[in-house]
């Protein structure tokens, strides 16, 4: 179907913004326009949300996000790795994303300000949320967040490294609840067709995402590494089930789909849900685009049931 119209002036706002071809900016001048532009369309936390910023130990200081509903019991707790190719974003461009997950399922978010490309390539940004993964459980008791229940997102590139984590943590005892995965770039095959049917869509580019990929895991040996490219792992049984949402006019929608049938296809359960008539990128658009809101809802919601 075509683009849903209720996006038309979420879409007119990003042309207004990014008037010229992203990659023609040096990567600070990105980041920059990226942080101002999230910043200014930051909403209010949600009431009854505990906020706290701080630093973790692992092979290097990792600075997380932990945002706390109030609740007499033990929450459940999703570990978030936020979108942006490995090069943009950061736990203060998607502050509104991640607070509105734990005030709505409600669970503890603790959204993960991993160490970006092209500085830290892969495995960099993969270790810095591994070692998230595992402070986590380690500080469940404190944090109020039941060890039994704790799970892994993101969107985009944050979609890619909550994947690489089930993989990482599929032998540990640490036993991950279940995997949220937005729009998730999972592999390196640019010639499913949604590369070349959505490669001008809306908020990323085909060729955008080539060269965040370039940036990440410039070396081809690596490729082949699952957990820089979850489609290379020949045998994803035993992992936690998945939701997975992708956008219809998206580059990366043919990469969500393929995970999702081959997690299937080793009997994991999944729901998929095709995002029909969305962009890459519509959770910023929930405000505007009902449908937008309607993935939200199906997401928290299946936090809730899948924690039990």
């Known amino acids: 179907m075509a683009i849903d119209p209720q996006l038309a002036p979420f879409i007119a706002r990003l042309e207004e913004a990014w008037p010229e071809p992203v990659l023609s900016l040096p990567i600070d ?42 609740a007499p019991k033990p929450l459940p707790a999703l570990i978030y790795m936020h ?28 959204s993960v300000d991993y160490a970006r490309a092209p500085e830290h390539p892969f495995p960099g940004p993969m270790e810095d949320c591994r070692a998230v993964v595992a402070w986590t459980f380690a500080n469940a008791g404190a944090m109020g967040v039941d060890p039994t229940a704790i799970f892994v997102g993101g969107d985009s590139a944050g979609g890619n490294l909550a994947a690489a984590m089930t993989l990482a943590f599929r032998d540990s005892p640490l036993r991950l609840r279940g995997q949220l995965l937005l ?12 590369y070349r049917s ?20 410039p070396d081809a040996g690596q490729r082949q590494n699952p957990l820089a ?16 949402v992708v956008a219809e006019h998206d580059p990366l929608r043919d990469d969500g789909h393929a995970y999702a049938e081959h997690l299937k296809s080793a009997g994991v359960p999944v729901t998929f849900r095709p995002g029909l008539g969305l962009i890459h990128g519509f959770v910023r658009a929930r ?19 899948t924690a039990g």
């Open 83 to 110: 979108g942006g190719g490995w090069v943009i974003g950061s736990i203060d461009s998607h502050d509104s994303i991640t607070a509105a997950i734990a005030a709505d399922t409600p669970c503890v978010v603790i």
């Open 183 to 194: 729009y998730p770039c999972v592999d390196t095959d640019f010639e499913r067709g949604s």
């Open 198 to 217: 959505e490669a001008e869509a809306p908020y990323l580019k085909a060729v955008e995402m080539v060269w965040f990929w370039n940036q990440y895991c």
């Open 287 to 305: 405000a505007l685009c009902e449908a937008a809101q309607a993935e939200h809802e199906a997401m928290t919601l299946w936090l809730r049931t």
């Open 229 to 244: 490219v979850p489609m290379r792992c020949d045998n994803l049984s035993n992992l936690p089930p998945a939701f997975i």
């Open 29 to 70: 001048a990105w980041r920059d326009r990226v942080e101002r532009l999230s910043a200014a369309a930051r909403t209010p936390y949600p009431d009854g949300l505990e906020v706290e910023t701080r630093v973790i130990d692992g092979p290097r200081p990792v600075r997380v996000r932990i945002y706390r509903p109030h």
